[in-house]
């Protein structure tokens, strides 16, 4: 379902519904981390052939998947997060397929459903390495910047969610659903 040249997507629809949901199912897992490397790795060129690491052994999915007549049909949107120490949580690798970047705020909603359920899973502190070229949405979603750094040779900035905007969300398996803006 997925297809690997990210600017070459041509959709055949328009899907009205995102699911934004931690990721149960083996073929919502596959396409997270295809989606990964194709921003991470032919996109970007940050990483050569995979953007794995240590920290997908332990880190929680949590996909966009565009829907068509209500059913799930592909992965567009992806991010990972995991505890690091008690109550101190990581959000990492969000990526948003290129085709699907202007539809229905994926990407914030992505991102809310991160914070939202690590703070239902007891998170007191949510904290993402952010590229800086994404600081201004994430300050947009009561973000805090903490610092700038370098990480993979690219400027960053250590951000921290302001968790009273996000309730707890004690029902990430099915989480959020995006509506597609009409186009006029």
Not at 24 to 30: G, K
Not at 55 to 76: F, N, Y
């Amino acid at each position: 379902m997925f297809v690997e040249a990210v600017d070459q997507l041509e959709c055949d629809y328009a899907p009205v519904e995102f699911r934004v949901k931690w990721a149960t199912l083996p073929w919502e897992t596959q396409e997270a981390y295809s989606l990964r490397r194709a921003v991470f790795c032919i996109e970007q060129g940050i990483f050569v052939g995979d953007d794995r690491d240590e920290t997908d052994e332990r880190a929680q999915l949590i996909v966009a998947l565009s829907c068509v007549a209500g059913m799930p049909e592909q992965v567009v949107g992806t991010v990972r997060i995991h505890e690091d120490e008690p109550g101190v949580w990581f959000g990492s690798r969000l990526a948003v397929h290129a085709a699907f970047r202007s539809h229905a705020k994926i990407g914030a909603t992505l991102i809310r459903l991160a914070v939202s359920s690590a703070h239902g899973q007891g998170c007191e502190t949510f904290l993402a390495h952010v590229q800086a070229q994404n600081v201004p949405l994430f300050e947009r979603l009561r973000w805090t910047s903490l610092r700038e750094e370098t990480i993979f040779g690219r400027a960053h900035h250590l951000m921290q969610a302001q968790l009273d905007a996000y309730p707890p969300c004690a029902t990430p398996q099915s989480g959020f659903v995006a509506l597609a803006r009409r186009v006029s």
